[in-house]
């Protein structure tokens, strides 16, 4: 049976199976980072045995980690002998004997924890084997499969090709899927776009939009669209409700993001809300962001992000920035039983939600600068036609310490947003 179809507690017994032998058989005989912090905090190589022992780990910043080839893991004969399991042991000891080390690496070893491929998450290189390409295949079949994507369908990417997650989870899970891609790039025209007919479109929240805008009427101009998939970055509220507008619906607008390090997009499902995980691929906590401990399970907090059988670049309860709740109760628009992460915006600064919910602030972004010791606060806004810019500002100015408007056209803001990857907002300070 599939993960999605069973019960929230077999779920759970399964994960503590696998986190114990995969902190005990991987990450601790082959990590030299993590091999310092669990010796640090008493842990040692069997000091983990579910979930519940997950607190004794520390918590990872990218900050943490100096050197990020100290998070990837490296067997080495030293660290066989002393920490693997018996098997791996006798056949390594047996290929020294009869000098064919090199059969040993070549079948187990490489395939299973050799880098081959890289891709760069916030500055940070995540390494991947060949192993992993494999599940992140699979992770990207189910992506797919979560967002109603047909085998028959024809996806096409305006995702910017290169070293990013999002562009490499859908091109390794269209094949695994068998479905028809063609990969282009975000600077692709609607008549390009048109050409290849596409029933999916995939690319970052501002590239469909711009593309969206100059598809008008989409009925005739991409007739055949019936899904928008928005990933490599996250989408908030109001560019949400801008693509369902554009699109009228024709299409469904659905969502795939992941903070930086993770290791596979969080998906939404077709007509869901929240985002489903990946639990055989992952664990994700909810803890206090002030004291690092763990929260009541259903309750909100800053979500920590455990690494699950991957290998390559591993990370343990890595501070993803984001905030939210992760809910084990099987998902009302697909019937899935596997977990879902309900992000909030609890983390949003005030001023935030003050743009947000302003009707005449179409969109916006913003810059925390340390100028002379003193911190300042920036703001670019996109008004609505019938604003008024300086009754406007002035309304704004009374509810926020803001140094500095800055009045855009749609065009120029969107631009801006994009060439600073889709952040809305710009923490500029040392």
């Given at each position: 049976?599939?993960?999605?179809?069973?019960?929230?507690?077999w779920?759970?017994?399964?994960?503590?199976?696998?986190?114990?032998?995969?902190?005990?058989q991987?990450?601790?005989?082959?990590?030299?980072y993590?091999?310092?912090?669990?010796?640090?905090?008493?842990?040692?190589?069997?000091g983990?045995?579910?979930r519940?022992?997950?607190?004794k780990?520390p918590?990872t910043?990218?900050?943490?980690?100096v050197?990020p080839a100290?998070?990837v893991?490296?067997?080495?004969?030293?660290?066989?002998?002393q920490y693997?399991r018996?098997?791996?042991?006798a056949r390594v000891?047996w290929?020294?004997?009869?000098?064919?080390?090199?059969?040993?690496?070549q079948?187990?070893?490489?395939?299973?924890?050799?880098p081959?491929?890289?891709?760069v998450?916030d500055?940070?290189?995540?390494g991947?084997?060949a192993?992993?390409?494999?599940r992140?295949?699979?992770l990207g079949r189910?992506?797919?499969?979560l967002?109603?994507?047909?085998?028959?369908?024809?996806v096409v990417s305006?995702l910017?090709?290169?070293?990013?997650?999002?562009?490499?989870?859908l091109?390794l899970g269209a094949?695994q899927?068998?479905?028809?891609?063609l990969?282009?790039?975000?600077?692709?025209?609607v008549?390009q776009l048109?050409?290849a007919?596409?029933?999916v479109?995939a690319?970052?929240p501002n590239?469909?939009l711009?593309?969206?805008?100059?598809a008008?009427p989409v009925?005739?101009?991409l007739?055949?669209?019936r899904?928008?998939?928005v990933?490599?970055?996250?989408?908030?509220?109001a560019t949400?409700k801008?693509?369902?507008?554009l699109?009228?619906?024709?299409?469904?607008v659905?969502a795939?993001?992941a903070?930086p390090?993770?290791?596979s997009?969080?998906?939404?499902?077709?007509?869901?809300d929240g985002?489903?995980?990946?639990?055989?691929?992952?664990?994700l906590?909810?803890?206090d962001?002030?004291t690092?401990?763990g929260l009541?399970?259903?309750?909100?907090g800053?979500?920590?992000?455990t690494s699950?059988?991957?290998?390559?670049t591993?990370?343990?309860?890595?501070?993803t920035?984001?905030y939210?709740?992760?809910?084990?109760?099987p998902?009302?628009?697909c019937?899935r039983t596997?977990?879902?992460?309900?992000?909030t915006?609890t983390a949003e600064?005030?001023f935030?939600?003050v743009?947000?919910?302003?009707?005449?602030?179409q969109?916006w972004?913003?810059?925390?600068?340390?100028?002379?010791?003193?911190?300042e606060?920036i703001?670019?806004?996109n008004l609505?036609?019938?604003?008024?810019?300086?009754?406007l500002?002035?309304?704004?100015?009374?509810?926020l310490?803001?140094?500095q408007?800055?009045?855009?056209?749609?065009?120029?803001?969107?631009a801006?947003?994009?060439?600073?990857g889709?952040?809305?907002?710009l923490?500029?300070r040392?």
């Amino acid at each position: 049976m599939a993960w999605d179809r069973r019960k929230p507690g077999w779920i759970r017994n399964a994960q503590d199976r696998a986190l114990r032998r995969y902190l005990a058989q991987d990450v601790y005989p082959y990590s030299p980072y993590y091999q310092v912090r669990f010796d640090e905090a008493g842990i040692g190589q069997r000091g983990i045995k579910s979930r519940a022992d997950l607190h004794k780990v520390p918590l990872t910043t990218f900050d943490d980690i100096v050197n990020p080839a100290s998070v990837v893991l490296r067997p080495d004969e030293q660290s066989i002998q002393q920490y693997a399991r018996i098997g791996l042991v006798a056949r390594v000891f047996w290929a020294k004997l009869w000098r064919r080390e090199w059969v040993v690496n070549q079948r187990l070893i490489d395939p299973v924890y050799k880098p081959l491929h890289w891709h760069v998450e916030d500055g940070f290189p995540i390494g991947s084997s060949a192993e992993d390409l494999d599940r992140l295949a699979e992770l990207g079949r189910r992506w797919l499969e979560l967002a109603g994507v047909a085998r028959y369908d024809v996806v096409v990417s305006v995702l910017p090709p290169g070293p990013s997650l999002a562009y490499w989870e859908l091109v390794l899970g269209a094949r695994q899927a068998g479905v028809s891609a063609l990969h282009l790039d975000p600077s692709t025209t609607v008549e390009q776009l048109a050409a290849a007919r596409p029933n999916v479109v995939a690319g970052r929240p501002n590239d469909l939009l711009r593309l969206l805008r100059a598809a008008r009427p989409v009925e005739r101009n991409l007739d055949g669209l019936r899904t928008l998939l928005v990933a490599g970055a996250r989408v908030d509220d109001a560019t949400r409700k801008e693509l369902t507008a554009l699109v009228d619906g024709q299409a469904a607008v659905v969502a795939a993001w992941a903070p930086p390090g993770v290791r596979s997009l969080w998906c939404q499902c077709r007509e869901g809300d929240g985002l489903h995980i990946a639990p055989d691929a992952e664990l994700l906590e909810a803890v206090d962001p002030l004291t690092g401990a763990g929260l009541v399970d259903g309750s909100e907090g800053e979500v920590v992000w455990t690494s699950l059988d991957w290998k390559g670049t591993v990370l343990l309860r890595l501070r993803t920035g984001v905030y939210g709740a992760v809910d084990e109760s099987p998902c009302p628009a697909c019937g899935r039983t596997t977990p879902r992460l309900m992000p909030t915006s609890t983390a949003e600064p005030t001023f935030a939600r003050v743009l947000d919910s302003h009707p005449a602030v179409q969109r916006w972004q913003a810059e925390l600068r340390t100028v002379d010791g003193h911190e300042e606060l920036i703001v670019y806004v996109n008004l609505r036609r019938n604003g008024h810019p300086g009754r406007l500002l002035r309304e704004l100015d009374r509810q926020l310490t803001v140094t500095q408007f800055v009045v855009l056209d749609r065009r120029g803001l969107d631009a801006r947003i994009s060439s600073h990857g889709d952040a809305r907002v710009l923490d500029l300070r040392p």
